[in-house]
């Protein structure tokens, strides 16, 4: 509402000038105070663990405390994935004053105590909420409660919230999250944000300003190679996805290819390798989903491979882009800080592949010549340079997986 | 997210048939939850008065409590003008608790205070917000604080909500205004919910089941016959307006046709006695907009027609449709409890225009004959009976009001 009162004598172009000019001051203004997010988290992905995949609603203090432990104990911890995030099933109702209380049955110890064991293990505390009115299981949303939810979140510590988009109805995605955005700025603490959308109004176009990571696709689903009519999708089919979404990933906004089901009992170990590979490519935020109290040696293995972690966390920021596609093969490029490069092969189907590959190509603007070393990050070893094509099989579903640096 | 872990082998169909059931009832609970407004309000259009047309930003208590005293001493309260809303500026920020702050410079004594002296004058009392991040002026919207604000409303004793659009980003306006809705739902004291959306996403098609009253344009221009380019209009760009609008309208879910520009010193008196008539054909609101501190004898005698605000009121509440155009003259027609009906002539133009029109006749389902007394509701006399034509000069700008009852 504007303040004038107009007669039918009143000298409108003159008014109409006014009123532009004031409102595009207002509205630079408010750009300016609303266009905040927490700059310096996030500049390199983030890793950790999350509740969902392996418990989805049967969470309770015991299991992430005792998960917080070992995340140490396996040297998960130590390979980086540091944020412990307690997705849907905490919560259970609202106070009289509208504040969010935790489910005294699975967290009777609250979720403050819960947050400074947690950072007591050297560990970041993560939480979920959702946009709207209620969480996907239920539970109260943060719907019309954003900054008084946030206030909470920040009185206990939390330092990572997924935020999903259950029970939206007819919200705007970018508005919702933008809500949230602010709301957690406004309390101060820092707090990865990260955006649980699926995907479904292509928030890799507006996500960049406002979270620290961006889901893209419906819940993964435990599977190499399957889909289902309403969007989930197993491992190829988010590969196949993020084939057209490296532009919009880099340092503060990624990507996110969804949670690890590695160590889930369902992918064979070549599966996993290249399910490891292929989210450090696309730079995704690499959260285990897996029980991790009762992890097998190979599994801590396939996890913590540092050198594939390396690639995740490359300070450049740049997303992989599916170079090239022979029939099941594929293969993907990423350039790394410092003029070096990843490339990884997979094979998508059931039969081996045999390689025979000419690393000496210019991929955007970047030219790769014959002076790289070429090393494969599961064997560990050097196998070559850029001079000589790389050669071998590629066994079904199994991936290589080399970085060049420069001789 | 759908906590299920699907390897291929797993029975799709089934699993879709089950997740598409859950997400039915789920949505079917949420629907029942939240589907929900004061239904008991507002059965008859709201009327009171408003700062806004006559004061602006410039509010302040003392304002506020003289018109209070003047609402009662000039007779508008008794009239049924019993709503006294606050416009936007008495807000100035939120404290650390989110908890919004009145003024202290405008509404020292507090918005609770303020509150009880309106309704120790018998008035109910209105406050005004926003959906955005800010209000139109720059205050803070409710955004994000809709629970919080709805409990601080109920606490100061709030009666009316009037919720502005200004600075809504790309919010979604039906899930922006559901959202205060139901915060003042959850708040429990129960409040009249005035949308305030200017019509740009035709909020008369998603309001009925959101809020008691719907603002169909941008700010009402105080003169009879102008428009600005971004869409505010005087008087008759509204009706023009309204001749669609009718089958929107209805107990508990009103257009509204913005505050009355009455007694605020640019419309003549027939233009003023028509604007009075045309929102009470239109089943509007009407909030007058006036200083009735240093009201006239005249002004008070227009906006206190009991004839004319006993057609606005009429239980019914069906709207007025226009029944007929000749030039600058319109007839509309509006149903009546008891079988009884209003017309309302109008001269938009410059030159007077003849009166010779039989009123037998049938719009929509609703047949006219012979049996009928008509009353002038401006003469506050009758004038005949549908037996005969109606027959006059009407001049310009002016109107002639006419109820018919059965003989």
């Known amino acids: 509402m504007i303040n004038l009162e107009i007669s039918s004598e009143f000298p409108y172009p003159y008014y109409c000038l006014m009123k532009a000019f004031f409102t595009l001051v207002l509205s630079l203004i408010i750009g300016i105070i609303h266009a905040q997010k927490f700059d310096d988290l996030a500049k390199t992905p983030p890793m950790g663990w999350n509740s969902w995949n392996k418990f989805g609603c049967d969470i309770n203090e015991k299991i992430i405390r005792e998960m917080a432990d070992a995340m140490v104990s396996t040297g998960l911890k130590d390979a980086g994935y540091d944020y412990l995030v307690i997705d849907d099933c905490w919560q ?32 970041k505390f993560g939480i979920y909420s959702d946009a709207g009115t209620a969480t996907c299981q239920g539970r109260p949303g943060s719907r019309g409660y954003e900054f008084q939810d946030a206030r909470t979140y920040a009185a206990w510590g939390v330092d990572y919230l997924k935020y999903d988009w259950c029970n939206h109805g007819k919200q705007n995605s970018e508005a919702s999250y933008t809500t949230m955005r602010d709301a957690l700025f406004k309390a101060g603490r820092p707090v990865v944000f990260s955006i649980c959308e699926w995907g479904t109004t292509k928030p890799w176009e507006w996500a960049r300003d406002i979270g620290h990571l961006s889901r893209s696709t419906e819940d993964i689903i435990n599977c190499f190679d399957c889909k289902n009519y309403w969007g989930g999708m197993g491992v190829t089919g988010i590969i196949d996805l993020f084939a057209d979404l490296y532009k919009y990933a ?23 390798r290249l399910h490891l590979s292929m989210w450090a490519m696309f730079a995704s935020p690499l959260m285990a989903g897996n029980d991790i109290r009762s992890v097998s040696k190979e599994t801590v293995s396939i996890l913590t491979n540092k050198e594939v972690i390396a690639i995740d966390q490359d300070p450049l920021g740049v997303a992989a882009l599916r170079w090239m596609q022979y029939g099941d093969l594929e293969i993907w490029f990423r350039p790394l800080e410092g003029g070096n490069y990843a490339f990884c092969f997979i094979n998508r189907g059931s039969q081996p592949v045999t390689l025979d590959q000419d690393l000496k190509t210019t991929v955007r603007k970047y030219a790769i010549d014959a002076n790289f070393m070429v090393r494969d990050l599961w064997k560990h070893q050097e196998i070559g340079t850029t001079a000589e094509n790389v050669k071998g099989v590629l066994l079904p579903h199994d991936v290589l997986m080399v970085k060049l640096t420069k001789k």
């Open 92 to 123: 259970i109702r609202r106070d009289d004053n509208g504040t969010i209380v935790a489910d005294p049955e699975r967290c009777p110890s609250g979720m403050k105590s819960l947050g400074d064991y947690i950072h007591s293990k050297g560990l």
């Open 250 to 272: 880099g340092p503060g906004h990624w990507n996110d290819a969804d949670m690890l089901e590695i160590g889930n009992g369902v992918l064979i170990p070549a599966e996993e």
